[in-house]
């Protein structure tokens, strides 16, 4: 899933996808375009989904850059945390 979010990418999940904290969050999140993760129970569930996608076409790159702009924010988020863990341990 979060392949696919970095790449600016909406992603549908289906209705067991609670065990998937990226799921779950960026479900969670308000864009503006409302489709970042969406959840599917039916294929006419994927059909009407596949449908607005179609609709909103002139707004994939801004979807894109939206997707892709909130994914930046957890860059480096593991040099951010070996920062943290050092600066505890030198404390020691």
């Known amino acids: 899933m979060m392949e696919a979010l970095a790449a600016g990418l909406p992603v549908m999940v289906g209705p067991f996808h609670r065990n998937n904290r990226e799921a779950l969050f960026y479900q969670k999140?308000?864009?503006?375009?409302?489709?970042?993760?969406?959840?599917?129970?039916?294929?006419?569930?994927?059909?009407?989904?596949?449908?607005?996608?179609?609709?909103?076409?002139?707004?994939?790159?801004?979807?894109?850059?939206?997707?892709?702009?909130?994914?930046?924010?957890?860059?480096h988020s593991t040099q951010r945390v070996l920062s943290a863990i050092e600066k505890v341990l030198s404390e020691c």
Request: hydrophobic share 35%.
């Open 29 to 75: 999140k308000n864009y503006s375009s409302g489709m970042v993760v969406q959840v599917v129970h039916s294929s006419a569930d994927v059909a009407v989904l596949l449908q607005r996608m179609k609709k909103q076409q002139d707004q994939i790159p801004h979807i894109k850059e939206e997707i892709r702009a909130e994914i930046g924010k957890n860059r």
